[in-house]
């Protein structure tokens, strides 16, 4: 299918940059590993070096309690590899941290985006458009039924509900790792001076984001407050938290979630959602084709998700394009 472009070579578990003998997001321990955010399926423990942006390194050190062998490299800076390949680590706008992963090697440039979005984000940088000869995108939300409403859309309904129910709380169940602080951000920017309660799980990654930079506002804990506290506020939990004993202890939760998966009703239903709210950390449909257009790749590289229908995309607009086939990678990170 393609004749150049030998120095990296997708395999099932990673991304290898074949000349420096290192591996982007690899899903098991390597020797050198360059990742591109703290997402789990992304950011794993036990590689022998990780290079990644120092917000990155914070995260995973925070996970996996080891810094051992992290080189932090900050955005725009490049680094050296072995066997002469250039890594340079541009915002993907996805999380804090998150990075694009630029290789230069032998007069070719190679782009991996890990997760990324385009639309705003008050907690990271924004995307930045890097012309090259392939690119790698992720397609999490690739399928045309995916297009994700303006975040203020869905930030007006969460502060409408909390409005209309003084005497119930609203419980958000929002992914720990950037879901759950842009969720804080966006409604501060709505306004919204409250104290935010936060379940236990997710009060180090919101204290993490404050001391790098990202201010939240008043958060407190769950553990600590009275029921009556907790009648008109808003309280976040992890997915996994919504329908479980924990949240009894809350006053006539009104349940919402947040997440892209949202717009699908059926996901919503199963987890007992009332109020879905579709804020999304990945691209949707049309950012994923706009980002292919403006990026403007020789070829495209498709992972992550649903490859097919971008991959008919790019036929039909006559762009070269394959669907890799990586493994461990999970879509629940949003
Ligand atoms: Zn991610
Ligand atoms: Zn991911």
Redesign the pocket.
Same mark, same amino acid.
């Given at each position: 299918m393609t004749a150049g472009f030998a120095w990296i070579r997708p395999e099932p578990h990673g991304i290898h940059v074949v000349p420096a003998d290192c591996w982007i997001d690899p899903s098991r321990p390597v020797d050198n590993a360059l990742v591109t955010?703290g997402?789990a399926?992304?950011a794993r423990g036990g590689h022998g070096r990780t290079v990644a942006t120092p917000e990155t390194l914070a995260i995973m050190e925070l996970r996996y309690q080891t810094r051992e062998g992290a080189l932090p490299v900050g955005y725009g800076e490049t680094i050296a590899l072995p066997g002469g390949v250039n890594a340079t680590f541009v915002p993907a706008g996805h999380v804090l941290g998150s990075a694009q992963v630029v290789l230069e090697h032998a007069g070719e440039r190679v782009v991996v985006t890990? %997760?990324y979005k385009r639309m705003p984000d008050p907690t990271c940088p924004p995307f930045e458009v890097v012309p090259c000869d392939v690119f790698v995108t &992720?397609a999490?939300f690739g399928l045309p039924v995916f297009r994700h409403p303006p975040v203020e859309h869905e930030i007006a309904k969460l502060l409408n509900a909390l409005r209309d129910h003084p005497d119930r709380c609203v419980l958000v169940g929002a992914y720990a790792l950037g879901k759950a602080q842009r969720v804080i951000a966006e409604l501060r920017r709505a306004g919204h001076h409250d104290a935010i309660w936060l379940h236990g799980a997710m009060e180090r990654m919101c204290r993490l984001y404050e001391e790098l930079g990202v201010d939240l506002g008043e958060l407190r804990l769950v553990g600590d407050a009275t029921k009556e506290q907790l009648r008109g506020a808003i309280v976040l939990c992890p997915p996994s938290a919504l329908n479980d004993r924990w949240s009894r202890r809350l006053p006539e939760p009104l349940t919402a979630m947040a997440s892209g998966w949202m717009r699908v009703r059926q996901r919503a239903r199963q987890r007992m959602v009332e109020l879905p709210l579709v804020i999304s950390d990945?691209a949707d449909w049309d950012e994923l084709t706009r980002t292919i257009e403006e990026v403007d790749p020789a070829e495209s590289w498709i992972t992550?998700g649903r490859e097919e229908a971008l991959l008919r995309w790019c036929q039909l607009h006559q762009r070269r394009a394959r669907a890799l086939a990586l493994v461990g990678? &999970?879509?629940e %990170?949003d």
């Open positions: 955010h997402h399926d992304h890990g %997760d &992720e999490t990945h992550h990678y &999970e879509d %990170d």
